[in-house]
């Protein structure tokens, strides 16, 4: 997962945190990559066989737009929102 500055994405926790001394409503929101559209340099790719680069932009989605469908219930659930959306 991870947290935004600004429009940057960074890791949710720095490698020198070790335990989170907070409730878990009262941590900042975090994200998760959802695959919907991804950029990437080709000389990233070739120079530095890597998928992301130093600047890793964030575009945040709405969670009714970004269904992951990887068996029959999140099929289901899509199908729930989208009915749900087509029907104000």
Known sequence: ????????????MPKEASIIPYRRQELPPVYRWNGLAEAIWSRTIL???MMFGEAVRAV?????????IDDEFDLYLAECVLKWKSNP
């Not at 997962?1 to 949710?12: C, G, H, T």
């Open 1 to 12: 997962m991870v947290r935004l500055e600004e429009d940057m994405a960074q890791p949710l």
């Open 47 to 49: 120079e530095r066989h």
């Open 60 to 68: 945040i989605t709405p969670r009714e737009r970004s269904i992951d």
